[in-house]
């Protein structure tokens, strides 16, 4: 029964989940298959135009993911291959596929945390809400998504206020701070340039100040004026243009990369060859060309990396599962209730109207056939009988060994109703 009452209105169409994630691609094969924000708008409109209904993109530095429902799940491979560079050959290898409860499982423990590469890390609920609002804008959110959405948001919610599961600092953008600490030698000396301003370049700037206590932190991003704004409220922060972007990385020891680019935005055209330089490439898919690797001076770290840092603030974490498992499971719980009952009523209630033409008709016949015929009487009792039998119905349907679609056909059949 989980299987079936997942279904939408549409015959055969089942909701599915398809996608790359950390948990089995490499980061050249997840930026490969990772969608820009122009391309998943675009994608959403292909979905749309092809008559696909119910679907959500999410793309970050650890996933791409498609959410909706098909025939089969080929039809939202098909969507990512096309709108990506991803070829089909990878996607077989490195894909995860779920459908109907699993689909609605795996949202539950991303909106959470539980599928973060990094336990906890929060930052994947508002590109889920990001992702949200675009579907919403362009038409791909129906009922059923629409309800599940924000069943995940409120499980995520209730996690975050009511767990541990986030406690302390960690991140992408923490790990990078992490490293520097960890790595390199009087850091709070050395000149760091980040470059990009979106939400982990911001991050990553907060953390400079906070864990570092490094006054030399330079900022340039494409939109001069947000660097601006940015550094009104962050003080200690040094604003340059991004037509001395050259001109910086040979002044900078440190070099954070946080642009959110389909190419690399920082090649060797950009850095001299003897020039000693750290760079953590934060970005997805990653913004530092191939061609640096080439230059000894220079040590390249990516999100993968920088994933593999943790603290004890994990150790604190993982205990924190079983509560985090606890409330996905009660806000699930309401929303299959809320499946089964959008599914059983139109039955049940065609059922009902059923057995009252029945009612009518037997009560109308007797009055002409029984002279001392009590029609009050007989009414309450065929009534409290309907009541009997519609209740019994709705027992069977929610029953977890019932075949719910078969039942409802069946019933449709006898009573020569339909939903």
């Known amino acids: 029964m989980a299987q079936e009452h997942m279904k939408t209105e549409n015959t055969g ?13 490499d980061v050249a094969t997840r930026s490969a298959f990772s969608l820009s924000k122009q391309k998943q708008k675009d994608l959403l409109k292909d979905a749309m135009s092809k008559g696909i209904e119910g679907v959500i993109v999410v793309s970050t530095c650890n996933r791409t993911e498609i959410t909706g429902f098909a025939n089969h799940p080929f039809e939202l491979i ?12 990878d996607f077989v290898k490195y894909s995860n596929i779920f459908k109907t409860s699993e689909a609605i499982q795996h949202l539950f423990k991303i909106g959470t945390g539980l599928e973060s590469q990094i336990l906890g ?4 609920v508002g590109q889920l809400k990001r992702a949200y609002k675009v579907a919403q804008k362009y038409g791909t959110i129906n009922t059923y998504l629409e309800r599940l959405m924000n069943s995940v948001l409120q499980a995520s919610k209730e996690v975050k206020n009511q767990t541990h599961l986030s406690s302390g600092t960690t991140s992408v953008a ?27 370049g911001k991050n990553a700037c907060k953390n400079l100040l906070e864990y570092t206590d490094n006054k030399n932190i330079y900022l340039i991003n494409r939109t001069h004026a947000k660097a601006v704004k940015f550094a009104e409220t962050h003080q200690n922060i040094v604003i340059k243009d991004e037509s001395e972007l050259e001109e910086e990385i040979a002044e900078a020891d440190i070099l954070i990369v946080s642009t959110a680019s389909d190419i690399p935005t920082i090649t060797s055209k950009n850095i001299k060859k003897d020039k000693k330089l750290l760079i953590l490439d934060l970005s997805m898919p990653e913004n530092v060309g191939k061609d640096i690797q080439a230059y000894q001076n220079v040590q390249l770290v990516n999100v993968d990396q920088l994933s593999k840092i943790t603290d004890k603030t994990l150790e604190k974490r993982t205990q924190e599962i079983p509560k985090a498992i606890s409330i996905i499971e009660k806000h699930k719980q309401d929303f299959n209730e ?15 109207k059923s057995l009252l033409s029945i009612q009518n008709d037997e009560l109308d016949l007797h009055k002409k056939r029984l002279e001392d015929f009590n029609e009050e009487h007989a009414e309450i009792i065929t009534s409290r009988i309907i009541q009997k039998i519609t209740t019994q119905y709705v027992k069977h349907l929610k029953d977890e060994n019932t075949a719910v679609n078969q039942s409802i056909d069946v019933v449709n059949k006898i009573f020569n109703t339909s939903n």
């Open 338 to 352: 809320w499946v089964m009952h959008r599914k059983f009523t139109p039955a049940v209630n065609a059922l009902k």
């Open 174 to 200: 923490y790990a990078a701070t992490q490293y520097i600490v960890e790595n390199v030698v009087d850091y709070t000396s050395k000149r760091v340039l980040v470059y990009g301003l979106g939400e982990i």
């Open 121 to 124: 890390d929060y930052e994947i």
């Open 13 to 25: 169409t089942k909701l599915y989940n398809i996608g790359v994630s950390y948990k089995k691609a």
């Open 78 to 89: 098909s969507l990512l291959c096309e709108h990506s560079n991803g070829k089909m050959e």
